[in-house]
């Protein structure tokens, strides 16, 4: 089963670049990963590139070192950092169960990036030259990527940027919506919600027990 792969053989480096690329596993995330791993053993490798930085696998490398378990990885190499960095995003992104605005947060930066790398293919192009990188427009690209329209994203990347961190942490849980924060925000009016919830009652008239609904307005 492992055949191609190494054991430890090099010194792995953790970059904090690319362990925070993501938001940590819960507790409870990380404690079923753990059990796993103690039962099971370790299933995939961890993924570093030539120099033994992890690109995949943070969680997995703790676990297995706190339980003094062999290491089993594959190397991989990209082109430039660039690249390097977007598989990180990526494979770990496409992973988890995040809300949609956690992964815009995830992408924020790969979507600068890209935003620059369109800048060196216009000039570029502008020149006569060969366009170092794929052309196309990163908004499309990402958001394609994220399964979500272009006017998502784009809202997504607005609240990061004027939002405040109680909106943020909301949206990270899924208690509030992309697009409720994104009204707030731009000074409408809040969403309303109703909720008819049935309420039971005495009547004073025949003492009988009855039930009726009583609207609730909830304002995000």
């Not at 990527?145 to 809202?155: A, Y």
Request: hydrophobic share 35%.
């Amino acid at each position: 089963m492992w055949k191609g792969y190494w054991y430890r053989v090099l010194k792995f480096i953790i970059k904090q670049e690319y362990e925070a690329a993501v938001p940590p596993l819960s507790d409870s995330e990380y404690q079923a990963l753990e059990e796993s791993i103690r039962f099971r053993g370790q299933l995939n490798p961890i993924v570093v590139n030539s120099q033994g930085v992890i690109l995949d696998g943070h969680n997995r490398y703790n676990i297995l070192t706190a339980l003094a378990m062999e290491i089993k990885y594959i190397t991989k190499d990209f082109e430039d950092s660039d690249q390097e960095y977007q598989y990180v995003v990526e494979t770990n992104v496409n992973r988890r169960q995040l809300t949609a605005y956690s992964k815009i947060e995830c992408y924020e930066r790969l979507i600068q990036i890209f935003q620059l790398r369109a800048k060196a293919n216009m000039l570029a192009a502008s020149k006569g030259e060969k366009v170092p990188y794929a052309q196309g427009s990163t908004s499309t690209h990402f958001a394609s990527t994220l399964g979500m329209g272009i006017r998502r994203l784009q809202d997504g990347l607005y609240i990061m940027k004027h939002g405040n961190e109680q909106m943020k942490i909301r949206l990270r849980k899924g208690t509030l919506t992309i697009n409720a924060a994104k009204t707030v925000l731009d000074g409408k009016k809040p969403i309303i919600k109703y909720k008819k919830p049935k309420v039971r009652y005495q009547c004073n008239k025949c003492f009988h027990i009855h039930e009726k609904d009583e609207l609730i307005i909830v304002k995000e």
